[in-house]
């Protein structure tokens, strides 16, 4: 709103709140300002309103007395917190067992062995798991076909919402935060875990890729699941799909063997790294 | 600096943890008797607080700032309790850990300097300042208490409590004007109002 002529005292009072947070520009500032060199009254209130600002300044809230609570809640539940693992959960690629809270690469060699990434997920639905697929439209295409394959009914577990589909979207932390808000959904239902799956990295990684994949390690640590990374085991000895599949992911299963993987560089430095550009 | 803190609460640093509760536990603490009368349940309310940055701060995307996002989640969870709460006789005020109310207590002025607002700094004034602060219906205390105590930006501001701008500054240009009426005698001079 903008009204032309001199300021009344009345609109004045109405603007101080905006002048005095810098809200007031152009046209507006100015009759403000006129206003207010010409008032003596209205100045002096201004300042007083100002006084009154400055001084709250020198107020301070009392210290808490829940500070050693809350670092100790952080020590206990950080995401960092050692735990042992215990592979105790039956992946349903060969014989292996994974541990809650794997992030795992899988590196696939055929057709056949891409599509047993669905035998993952129907052995986590046998389980009373839930499942999150996430990844290109190709790839969760075919993982859904493979499922259907296999007796599942996919679209019984899509709409009981056992089974979700997540698509590559937006950065690293707003995937993140979708399928972390899926993980939880899931825990809070009561269903006793959540298989993952990312088939992201059909061609070369990109940055967000990339960031994604070195935060999930962290981020899943403290649920109930298991994420499983598929990648065409051809493309990854060259070059950068490397980086992801080894570097980021602590598991690795390839040629039915799941193990850790002695390039896995932690999140930060891995971060750090990829900041660097290096 | 502030993603340098992300990065480090992300890492498990400890320090960096302690420092943002330490900073962020006093305002957090005001804030949540906004919404609920119950110590106990106000306590467990920070507690929850903690926890949701604790498991929430991998999936924290920067939009806003750390103390805001910090103070949503107070927000949205004293608001849950607060319905709740309201529901039911708060029993657990009995039962309250009597430093609960201690750490929720009333504003205290700092030593007051000699350089600005001189009317205002000499200390009777400025425990009166403290009264008038308190005195204010909760949502001008908090707004106020956010932007002139502490300092916020008005962006910070709305984006915490989850209001628009003009509605913010409407709300901090009242309790301004409500602590201003209430100073008066310390202002030396009557009447005139802006």
């Known amino acids: 709103m903008t009204v032309s002529g001199p300021m009344s005292c009345r609109e004045f009072s109405a603007r101080a709140g905006a002048y005095l947070d810098g809200a007031l520009v152009g046209p507006d500032l100015e009759r403000f300002e006129a206003h207010r060199d010409r008032c003596g009254s209205c100045r002096a209130g201004l300042a007083e309103l100002q006084a009154i600002a400055g001084a709250a300044r020198r107020l301070r809230l009392p210290a808490g007395a829940g500070d050693s609570r809350a670092v100790q809640l952080f020590r206990d539940h950080g995401l960092h917190a050692p735990r042992p693992r215990i592979a105790n959960l039956p992946l349903g690629i060969g014989n292996q067992t994974a541990a809650r809270g794997d992030h795992i690469a899988f590196l696939w060699d055929s057709e056949a062995e891409f599509a047993a990434t669905a035998d993952f997920l129907a052995t986590g639905f046998a389980r009373g798991e839930a499942g999150v697929l996430v990844g290109h439209e190709p790839g969760n295409t075919r993982i859904l076909a493979a499922l259907t394959s296999r007796g599942a009914n996919v679209a019984e577990l899509t709409r009981s919402g056992l089974l979700v589909v997540e698509s590559r979207r937006g950065t690293a932390e707003a995937l993140l935060a979708a399928v972390d808000g899926r993980i939880k959904a899931a825990v809070d239902r009561g269903l006793s875990g959540v298989r993952v799956l990312g088939n992201l990295s059909f061609g070369s990684p990109d940055v967000e890729t990339l960031r994604l994949e070195a935060l999930v390690t962290d981020a899943v640590r403290l649920y109930p699941n298991v994420v499983l990374c598929a990648f065409d085991a051809a493309r990854v000895t060259s070059g950068a799909l490397g980086r992801d599949a080894f570097q980021c992911h602590p598991m690795v299963l390839q040629r039915g063997e799941l193990r850790e993987s002695e390039a896995y560089v932690p999140a930060p430095e891995f971060l750090a790294d990829l900041d660097r550009g290096t | ?194």
Request: hydrophobic share 40%.
């Open chain 2, 1 to 194: 600096m502030e993603l340098e803190r992300i990065q480090a609460l992300r890492r498990g640093d400890e320090a960096t943890f302690a420092a943002l509760v330490a900073e962020l536990d006093p305002i957090l603490r005001r804030a949540v008797r906004t919404y609920v009368s119950s110590p106990a349940v106000a306590e467990e309310v920070i507690q929850e607080t903690w926890l949701g940055v604790i498991r929430g701060i991998f999936a924290f995307e920067g939009r806003s700032s750390l103390k805001t996002w910090v103070f949503r989640i107070l927000v949205n969870r004293a608001k849950t309790r607060a319905v709740r709460e309201s529901r039911t006789v708060p029993f657990s005020d009995l039962d309250a850990d009597p430093t609960d109310e201690e750490a929720s207590g009333p504003l205290v002025p700092v030593d007051p300097g000699r350089s600005a607002e001189d009317a205002l700094i000499a200390d009777e004034a400025m425990r009166e300042l403290a009264v008038a602060v308190e005195s204010l219906p909760p949502n001008l205390k908090m707004v106020l208490t956010l932007r002139d105590v502490e300092g916020w930006s008005s962006e910070d501001v709305c984006n915490a409590l989850g209001i628009r701008e003009t509605h913010q500054r409407v709300l901090l240009h009242r309790a301004r004007s409500r602590v201003r009426e209430a100073m008066r005698p310390y202002l030396g001079r009557e009447g005139r109002r802006a």
